[in-house]
């Protein structure tokens, strides 16, 4: 099994900006997908975003237009950049690769404040 890690999460003011990463531990691999969800105190985790391996993306509507998925693939690093930011972005922001239908592999987490 492999390990995913996110990074980048902080605090930022309404309208900033972030950049997150999803790094996979141990030898390269290659998932089929990986998606982005987050999580609010007190919320259901839900899914925001995606991309698969051949570089299509889906975005949930809210976060469509403002956030853009993307790999590295010199790093073996999927990354999601989220720009505009309203606090209804806040949250612990979390990776799942898929290695295989039904095989996933989860992150942390990372937290995501939107605050004046």
């Known amino acids: 099994q492999v390990q995913v890690m996110e990074s980048g999460g902080g605090l930022v003011q309404p309208g900033g900006s972030l950049r997150l990463s999803c790094a996979a531990s141990?030898?390269?691999?290659?998932?089929?997908?990986v998606a982005w969800y987050r999580q609010a105190p007190g919320n259901q985790r839900e899914w925001v975003a995606g991309i698969y391996a051949n570089g299509l993306t889906k975005y949930e509507d809210s976060v469509k237009g403002r956030f853009t998925c993307s790999r590295d693939n010199a790093k073996n690093t999927w990354n999601l950049q989220m720009d505009s930011l309203t606090p209804e972005d806040t949250g612990v922001y979390y990776c799942?690769?898929?290695?295989?239908?039904?095989?996933?592999?989860w992150g942390q987490g990372t937290q995501v404040t939107v605050s004046p």
């Open positions: 141990g030898r390269p691999l290659s998932f089929v997908a």
């Open positions: 799942k690769g898929v290695i295989a239908a039904g095989v996933d592999v």
